[in-house]
């Protein structure tokens, strides 16, 4: 079992930044190993994928992020970090993190990003 928690999550006005933090514990053999990602849902939206990176450090991300957010990993820390910058209120949401163990998905409790304009 793996368990994730979020945190950094808070209001920002548009055009500031956050830093997002995911911390991995649980039973897990190897965080290394594992592909990890961020995603965020918006009241009456689907949550929708942000930032993935894989075990072997191979990042994507969705179009409206692109530039402006990094996903990174530090696996020595078990965790996941998503710097964003130049937030706007459409950057509103709920951010979920992921992890990817085997065949099955985890995810974390979630934390509140709010962009002011």
């Known amino acids: 079992q793996v368990q994730l928690v979020e945190s950094g999550g808070g209001l920002v006005q548009a055009g500031g930044s956050l830093r997002l933090s995911c911390a991995a514990s649980?039973?897990?053999?190897?965080?290394?190993?594992?592909?990890m990602g961020w995603y965020r849902q918006a009241p009456r939206k689907p949550r929708e994928l942000v930032a993935t990176i894989s075990s072997g450090g191979t990042t994507n991300y969705a179009d409206s992020v692109k530039v402006r957010f990094t996903i990174s990993r530090d696996n020595d820390e078990k965790t996941v970090l998503l710097q964003m910058n130049s937030l706007n209120s459409e950057d509103t949401a709920v951010y979920y993190c992921s992890a990817d163990v085997g065949p099955r998905r985890y995810w974390g409790q979630g934390t509140q990003v709010t962009v002011s304009s």
């Open positions: 649980g039973s897990i053999f190897s965080f290394r190993a594992m592909g």
